[in-house]
């Protein structure tokens, strides 16, 4: 089944504590992208990748990290999270970029205390 | 600056109602309007792609029509099924492949 995979779907953690959070496609999809989503303001881009180790950042890309070194995974990465970054997280992944719709995961529910 | 708009924020219908869902869009050159649906605790779900003026696309009791300002999301005779939030999003030609969401409509169909 085409899908895109995260790890983990709840995560609960103290402030300043390194995190990754996983995220897999197997439709051999060349681009990849990560979005937060809160009440009120919708989907927001924190980075996105065109292919193997090319990322870029998105609108909201501060306090985050990532890494394309395999066409399939797209990690995202928060050093020392605060409170702020408490939200629900998705990756997505698509076949290009012009036009192709998104196949997103199934989100991960981030609580940062 | 690429902006998306959605009305209304939530509806509520009842089964067999028909309605529209409004996107208003900014965009500096138009490359696709999206629509998806998402479900509660969900990612979104991809439903169509809209590239011009004009251009209709239809799935079961969904079908979305773009003009150059705004897009419709048109649900005739609704079940309690469809409810869920739609998301429309704009990828524009500003030289990065970005995606602008809007906030999205929290669809409700009464049984």
């Not at chain 1, 009440?39 to 870029?56: A, C, F, H, K």
């Not at chain 1, 909201?60 to 997280?89: D, M």
């Not at chain 1, 698509?94 to 989100?107: I, N």
């Amino acid at each position: 089944e085409a899908q895109v995979t995260q790890n983990p779907r709840y995560l609960i953690t103290v402030t300043g504590k390194k995190l990754t959070v996983t995220c897999s496609q197997n439709m051999n999809h060349e681009y990849m992208s990560w979005y937060r989503q809160d009440p009120g303001l919708g989907l927001r881009q924190i980075y996105y990748s065109m292919n193997v180790e090319v990322t870029d950042k998105g609108d909201v890309p501060e306090g985050y990290k990532v890494s394309r070194k395999e066409k399939r995974n797209f990690p995202l990465i928060l050093e020392s999270p605060s409170p702020n970054q408490t939200s629900l997280y998705f990756c997505a992944s698509s076949a290009g970029g012009a036009g192709y719709g998104y196949t997103f995961g199934s989100g991960t529910r981030l609580t940062v205390v | 600056e690429d902006q998306v708009t959605q009305s209304p924020e939530a509806l509520r219908l009842q089964e067999g109602e028909s309605s529209s869902l409004n996107c208003s869009y900014t965009v500096s050159g138009l490359r696709g309007l999206f629509w998806y649906r998402q479900d509660p605790g969900k990612g979104p779900e991809f439903l169509f792609t809209l590239y011009s003026a004009g251009e209709e696309k239809e799935k079961e009791r969904l079908k979305a029509t773009l003009t150059k300002k705004e897009s419709f999301l048109h649900i005739t005779a609704p079940k309690p099924e469809d409810s869920a939030t739609y998301l429309c999003a704009v990828q524009g030609r500003s030289g990065t492949y970005k995606y602008i969401f809007g906030t999205g409509t929290r669809l409700k169909v009464l049984a």
